[in-house]
């Protein structure tokens, strides 16, 4: 059986040989399988419920003999959402490298995972400043990789490469990513753990403030379909390096706790993100736990480089026409 990931059953990680004991023997406890796997054998494949973890199987599903089996829906209890946190970093925080921006997104991460950490950006950028606060507040061990302008055009080619259709958005967060999951690779890790999806599950962006209950659910229904897509450029991108990303926020417990809280308690009060920054608050200071970060495009300093690359290039006003323009090369 090739396997990738990790997969849990009822909240206990399984070894491969309990994986293969159930995917040949009690298969139906197969379709209680947590965690983030691609799973493949002889005659099928499955996937996590999420499809966080890439593979050529539909996400969610068990295939055997070319038969779609059924759907895989994690068992899950009603918990509060600070235990939902607490028991999908657990879970996760066996081996790997935190990716630390200084954000209350992975500043959360890196508190209750406690494994070493690495934070990119340009020199002086703002994450690679937040990223060193935040460690030092933790007592965590940081590896800093500081990204120079020529090391951003010189894997520009490559990124775009990768990726099948990307804007100017995605070849930022794909080039950031790129150096977070080569440094992580260097250092002989595998998994990365990430904040990314809490943006999406608990409204961190700025259009969540000032909206309608309606408005809001609208939103959050579209940015939550949108994770989708981003998991693949962003996995595409970490599989390049020999890794993959872990998404401890979008572990099934955290996202159906999230889905109790009303989407106006999420965002309020101008606070984005509110319900996660109340957990964060017991174990980082307030500043960081209520500190609004840039995205991580933006705080690495990396978008505006790309951007300086292309008025260089002859393109002021389009980054696209830069992209464009590499493809040609």
């Not at 070493?116 to 933790?138: T, Y």
């Not at 109790?260 to 965002?267: A, C, M, N, S």
Request: contains cysteine; hydrophobic residues 40%.
């Amino acid at each position: 059986m090739e396997r990738k990931g990790w997969v849990e059953l009822d909240g206990t990680v399984l070894t491969p040989d309990e994986i293969s004991r159930i995917l040949t023997g009690d298969r139906e406890k197969a379709f209680r399988f947590g965690g983030e796997f691609f799973l493949k054998w002889e005659t099928g494949c499955a996937r996590d419920h999420f499809g966080i973890m890439p593979g050529n199987c539909a996400a969610g599903s068990i295939w055997d003999h070319g038969i779609r089996l059924g759907e895989i829906e994690p068992l899950t209890r009603s918990i509060d959402l600070h235990s939902a946190i607490v028991d999908a970093i657990r879970l996760r925080a066996d081996e790997g490298v935190t990716a630390l921006s200084g954000g209350v997104d992975s500043a959360l991460v890196a508190a209750l995972a406690r494994r070493p950490c690495i934070a990119v950006g340009v020199k002086d950028s703002h994450d690679l400043k937040r990223a060193s606060q935040v460690a030092r507040e933790l007592n965590l061990q940081l590896e800093i990789r500081t990204v120079t302008p020529a090391e951003i055009e010189t894997v520009l080619p490559t990124v775009l490469t990768l990726l099948p259709d990307p804007t100017p958005v995605d070849l930022a967060i794909a080039t950031t990513l790129f150096f977070v999951t080569e440094t992580a690779h260097e250092a002989g890790y595998e998994r990365i753990l990430t904040g990314q999806g809490a943006d999406e599950v608990f409204g961190g962006y700025s259009r969540y403030l000032g909206k309608t209950e309606e408005e809001l659910a609208s939103t959050f229904s579209t940015d939550f379909a949108s994770l989708s897509r981003q998991g693949m450029r962003d996995q595409t991108i970490a599989g390049y390096h020999q890794t993959w990303l872990s998404m401890p926020y979008l572990d099934i417990r955290v996202v159906c706790a999230a889905s109790e809280i009303p989407l106006t308690d999420r965002v309020r009060d101008g606070i984005r993100k509110r319900p996660l920054r109340e957990v964060a608050a017991r174990y980082l200071s307030p500043e960081t736990a209520y500190y609004e970060k840039k995205a991580m495009q933006y705080g690495t300093g990396i978008w505006k480089e790309i951007k300086h690359l292309a008025r260089q290039n002859g393109y002021q006003n389009s980054v696209s026409d830069y992209m464009h323009h590499i493809r040609k090369a």
